[in-house]
């Protein structure tokens, strides 16, 4: 009987040993990811059929910024200058200059730069987001030239029969507020492929970090842990050791 209590006494101290060890290595991660930013800014995306790019030009707050890359292409339907995208604390925009686009039924969208932006402030919730196409056209053989208006309210939506459904400023809300600005959305209507250009993404919150705690507030956690840990394991060590003992006669 007094093994088996011992026994039991061992594997209670050795659980609030690991339960210590736990919160000790948690402590640092939840720190630091209820602070990673989620602003970002990319230049491309396209999907659909024989088409498929990861977002290109990927500039966010916590990875780097900003990006420039020399041009992007999309097997063929897409060519364009060099691209920049830049992320702050509270704001993110993205530029696509030289913009070609081969749409079908040879019409072709021309643009000196599409870009996107927005912006967090406290003091106007909630986050703000703006487009804007320089100088943008589509021609297409035995037609008229369409030309995109230059700073597009959200949403404007262009239709062209046969061809392609393009929209331009498209904004949306995600969770918590979180608002994306792409600066022009193109559906293909033949072969169901699509291309997103200059996108923004912000977050409707102040992105500064936390102060970190101090090397003496540091030391001072881990200090009242560590004591709390060897507490425990004293205390069952010194428990076993007066079950370990026979009683007298």
Not at 1 to 7: F, K, P, Q, V, W
Not at 118 to 138: L, Q, W, Y
Request: aromatic share 2%; proline share 7%; hydrophobic share 45%.
């Amino acid at each position: 009987m007094i093994r088996m209590i011992s026994a039991a006494r061992r594997g209670a101290a050795l659980t609030a040993a690991l339960a210590c060890a736990a919160v000790l290595g948690a402590v640092p991660a939840a720190a630091s990811s209820a602070w990673t930013p989620t602003n970002e800014a990319y230049a491309l995306v396209a999907a659909g059929h024989q088409l498929s790019v990861d977002p290109v030009g990927e500039a966010t707050y916590s990875g780097g910024s900003p990006v420039v890359l020399p041009n992007a292409d999309a097997a063929g339907l897409l060519h364009t200058g060099i691209i920049t995208d830049r992320v702050g604390p509270a704001s993110a925009a993205a530029t696509v200059p030289g913009l070609v686009v081969t749409l079908p039924g040879q019409a072709v969208l021309r643009a000196s730069a599409a870009s996107s932006r927005c912006r967090f402030s406290r003091k106007a919730r909630p986050v703000t987001g703006t487009a804007r196409i320089a100088a943008g056209r589509v021609s297409r053989p035995g037609h008229r030239t369409i030309r995109l208006p230059s700073s597009p309210a959200p949403d404007t939506r262009i239709v062209l029969p046969n061809v392609a459904v393009i929209m331009l400023n498209r904004q949306f809300t995600g969770l918590r507020g979180t608002l994306t600005v792409m600066a022009m959305r193109i559906r293909m209507l033949r072969g169901h492929q699509k291309l997103i250009l200059a996108t923004s993404v912000c977050a409707a919150a102040s992105l500064a970090p936390a102060p970190a705690l101090s090397g003496r507030g540091l030391r001072l956690t881990l200090g009242g842990l560590g004591l709390l840990l060897l507490g425990g394991v004293a205390y069952q060590l010194g428990r076993r050791r007066k079950l370990a003992v026979p009683a007298g006669p």
